[in-house]
Every structure is written in C-alpha cells, then in structure tokens.
DNA sequence: GTCTCCGCTACTTTTTATGTAGCAGTCAAG
DNA sequence: CTTGACTGCTACATAAAAAGTAGCGGAGAC
C-alpha cells in the first residue's frame, strides 16, 4: 500500500535496557492514548483517528507504524487495527492507570 | 524562587474523563522517564537531569511544575525532587511497564 | 456511471523540545 | 572576605515534531 519509510530508532534504544525503549515509546505523544483507544475492539485508521479527538493522520500513521514493528499493533484486512497478543498484555497496565487516575482525579 | 508560570491545562482535561488527562500528561516527552528515574530514592534537579539523558533543563523544570501541581512529585529542601503517596502509587504499575518490557524485549 | 467508504501521503504552519550559556543563591574552606 | 563548587533554575536561538488541511487512488454498493 505505502511507502516502506521506516521509523527512527526510538532514543532509549541505545542503552539496551527495553524499560527505556518502552518509555520512550509511550511517551510519544498519542502512543498511549492509541493503545487506550484499540483496548476491546479493533478500529479502522479512520475510525481511530476519530477516536483520538482526529489526531493528524501524519503522526497516526506514523504511530500506528512504530507500533506494528514493535508488535504490540497488527492490521487485519477488513477489521483494521487491533492488539496484539503482546499488546494486550499491555493494557491491563493501561487499566490499572484507569483505575490510578479514577481513584486520585475522580473529583476532577 | 523562579516566576510563577502556570503551566498550561493539558489536552485531556476538557472531557472530564481522568484518564484522558492522565494519558496526556505521561504522553508528554520525559514524563514518563522522570517518574521512572524518580522510583526509590529522591533526587535534585541537576542529578535528575543527569539521570535523564541531560535533558534541557527548560523541559524537565516544566514537566515536574505539571507533576507537582498534579501533585504526583514533591519537592524537600536538601533531599530535592521525590515521588507523592500518588506518584508512589503510579510506581508500581511503572514496575509493571518494566516487568512486561523485559518479558517482550529482553532479547534486544 | 456515482456515492461512500478506506488507508493513507503531501504540504504548510504552529507548537514543542533541544542545546547552550549563565544568573543568583547557599554552603564550606582558606 | 574571597574563592570554588554546588544548587535550582531562566533566557534565548535553533531544530524537530505535531497540527491542520487537502486530496489521491482503490474497493464495494447501487
């Protein structure tokens, strides 16, 4: 479909130590809200988009491509983009930020 | 000390919805990492500079106005910048993003 | 044919982060 | 009282990232 433009190496890449890979990742903007967005069902680009208050689809694409290399994002023709096995693993974590902020922000 | 720039409310904040607004604020650039580096023991503005790949010290000094207004980081005189009881409490689903990284990325 | 959806790409403008210098304050030693 | 070495920052110019908008090419329904 697309261009095959990679992604830059995310910064914590040099240090070796995956924590940092994984916090500078989510701590692009959107990434996590993405994988919020994606928890249960599986979303079209657009559907996506939608859903991230229409984020622009420069930077969901470019998201969303990180994110199928690391695997934790996989596209299926006809549903669109889901979890994968890893990231579903990983919104249990996002869960127990719901509840984090549930808890502290409810007042809010 | 400083002036008494008020950061600015973040993104998610309009909806109501405490996750949007926790969301935002980790998908800040270094928010993240600084909470990460901040597990454990207390550290100043310079070491956790250090401890942040020297991050411009612009950056970090808003990022831990937001937390500490958020009330997620505290600051002490001669001991520096540390986790609230809130933020110890994010701590541990940090130690979860860790835990997950290493399962899925220990290879890299 | 046209209508409507799809995943995107291209491009310009605005926002955000980087990088570097350096100030004012505190404490300790000489 | 001066010097040196810390501290928490602020200022400002530059580079990088994100926002915002338009629209292309393809697929399927009618």
Request: aromatic content about 6%; overall charge positive; hydrophobic content about 35%.
């Amino acid at each position: 479909m697309g261009k095959k433009t990679v992604s830059q190496p995310v910064r914590g890449s040099t240090t070796g130590r995956p924590i940092m890979v994984l916090l500078d990742i989510l701590g692009q903007r959107w990434t996590l809200r993405i994988l919020w967005e994606l928890r249960g069902e599986p979303l079209s680009f657009r559907a996506l988009r939608q859903r991230c208050d229409q984020v622009s689809p420069t930077v969901l694409n470019d998201r969303l491509k990180t994110l199928r290399e690391l695997d934790l994002v996989q596209r299926e023709d006809g549903t669109g983009y889901r979890l994968s096995q890893a990231g579903e693993e990983l919104e249990s974590t996002l869960l127990a930020l719901n509840h984090w902020a549930e808890k502290h922000w409810a007042g809010r």
